[in-house]
């Protein structure tokens, strides 16, 4: 049996009859679909964890109704803070950021596998939105993915990562940013980003200091292998413009490459023709993937401009090349190589 997909109003009223009886759906934020189940219901979670292969010591992002549900989930632990925290989450959300804090006792340990911050934002999709209004319940969500694998941006991506493993996908469409939120810790002396994204440092910087994290990211489930296609991947060091064309080899191009290009290999992609970072990163995980099912034996990637959003595309696609591959994601997460 593979998942139903639904749309509009019967989509939206299946959706949250099946969360509020403990069970999962895909659900369309701005960022990419997210796995949901109620973050209050412990099977829930574990049908999350389940259904994605997902190792319990990966914590999962909560997606609140709006920032007003923060003092139920999180503990502040200063009136500063929580200061600051609501004066960047009424700039920011909805949208795509998330923000980590001291989690409140309540929370099921599930959510946050042992830690003693919980991951939450408020999503800025409509439909997301009408779910969580309905159900009046937070709402934890991890990419749709199976773990370690390319993130889904279509509810036809969502079914075919776990089409099998659960009961329903709510299409919203090809989601805005196609890549995953910007993680920031909140501590004492400012702030600390975990995972670049759609929300930038500079728009972060106005709310307070950045402490640099030195490349050294230190979450639980930002594994060097991540977002990994199938097949080799492979970031190109030498200009597009100079490749000889290889029949074997899938092309990721960031603008439109020279026309002879467009031939010479197995498949090309290109996420922006006239080079627009936007939309190459909302094109980047579907492109990867199209790639990925191609006839190549590996891929060769364009590296992005690494300015705005092209530092959350390169992040990722670093992190799609991680050796190509020496060891799969699930034995770099037992090895406990994190970075
Ligand atoms: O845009 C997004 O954030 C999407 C949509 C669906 O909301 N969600 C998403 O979730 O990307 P996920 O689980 O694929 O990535 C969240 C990352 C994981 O690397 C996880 O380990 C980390 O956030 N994370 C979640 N809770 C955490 C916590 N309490 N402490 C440290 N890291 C945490
Ligand atoms: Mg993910």
Not at 57 to 74: C, M, T
Not at 190 to 216: A, F, N
Not at 263 to 280: C, I, K, M
Not at 290 to 298: G, I, Q, Y
Request: aromatic share 6%; glycine share 8%.
């Amino acid at each position: 049996m593979s998942a139903r997909i639904l749309e509009g109003e019967q989509g939206i009223w299946e959706s949250v009859a099946l969360l509020r009886a403990g069970e999962v759906v895909a659900l369309p934020t701005e960022t990419v679909y997210g796995l949901a189940g109620d973050a209050f219901q412990p099977l829930a979670l574990a049908r999350i964890f389940e259904a994605k292969g997902r190792p319990l010591s990966d914590p999962l992002i909560i997606h609140l109704p709006e920032a007003g549900w923060l003092e139920r989930v999180v503990r502040f632990e200063s009136l500063e803070q929580s200061k600051f925290v609501m004066e960047m989450a009424s700039a920011l959300w909805p949208g795509p950021l998330t923000l980590l804090l001291p989690k409140c006792e309540d929370l099921p340990e599930l959510v946050t596998a042992g830690y003693q911050k919980v991951a939450v934002r408020v999503t800025s999709h409509p439909l997301f939105q009408e779910v969580l209004r309905r159900l009046d319940a937070p709402l934890a969500a991890p990419s749709a993915n199976r773990f370690g694998r390319i993130s889904p941006t279509t509810a036809g991506d969502v079914r075919i990562e776990l089409g099998v493993k659960i009961p329903m996908i709510l299409d919203g469409g090809p989601c805005q940013h196609g890549m995953e939120s910007t993680i920031v810790e909140v501590v004492k002396e400012g702030m600390r980003i975990l995972r670049p994204g759609p929300i930038s440092e500079d728009q972060l910087k106005k709310y307070g200091h950045i402490i640099p994290t030195s490349g050294i990211v230190n979450t639980p489930g930002s594994l060097p292998g991540h977002y990994a296609p199938a097949k080799e991947l492979h970031i190109l060091e030498k200009d597009i413009s100079t490749l000889a064309p290889n029949p074997k080899v899938a092309l990721l191009a960031f603008s439109m490459p020279p026309a002879e290009l467009l031939q010479g290999f197995a498949a090309v992609e290109v996420l922006s023709p006239g080079g627009d970072l936007r939309e190459a990163a909302a094109n980047f995980y579907g492109a990867l993937r199209r790639l990925d099912s191609s006839e190549a034996d590996m891929i060769w990637a364009e590296p992005l401009p690494e300015q705005g959003i092209g530092i959350a595309v390169m992040d990722r696609m670093r992190r799609s090349s991680y050796g190509s591959r020496k060891s799969s994601p699930a034995e770099s997460a037992h090895q406990g190589r994190v970075s």
